[in-house]
């Protein structure tokens, strides 16, 4: 049984920064590329972060470049989206995701995932 379990959300105030950890279990992590994406009140689930199942490739949306950084570490199964200089924008419930190296598509779309997790609320304050 595969389970994603994502920790280290919070309130933060604006300017502050989180880590965000993803916790997976029942597959072979080395072959997954993993994903962020979150989803504010009102609105469509959207990509935040990705990096691929060797780890050399990284992607981020627009919103997010230059102050979040996604990493993994392989040896404890764990993918982890760094975040600083937070604004109020960037609150919402945080989805870690993994999929499958052999799946085709671009790992900034949903539809390149095998499995998610429940979400981590992430809330930032003016």
């Known amino acids: 049984q595969v389970q994603l379990v994502e920790s280290g959300g919070g309130s933060v105030q604006a300017g502050g920064s989180l880590r965000l950890s993803c916790a997976a279990s029942g597959l072979t992590f080395i072959t997954y590329g993993m994903g962020w994406f979150r989803q504010a009140p009102g609105k469509e689930r959207e990509f935040v972060a990705a990096?691929?199942?060797?780890?050399?490739?990284?992607y981020y949306a627009d919103s997010v470049k230059g102050r979040f950084t996604i990493s993994r570490d392989n040896a404890k199964n764990t993918v982890y989206l760094q975040m600083n200089s937070l604004k109020p924008e960037d609150t919402a419930v945080y989805y870690c995701a993994a999929g499958h190296r052999f799946r085709s598509g671009s790992l900034a779309t949903s539809l390149s995932y095998d499995y998610w997790g429940q979400g981590t609320q992430v809330t930032v304050s003016s």
């Open positions: 990096i691929s199942w060797t780890g050399s490739n990284t």
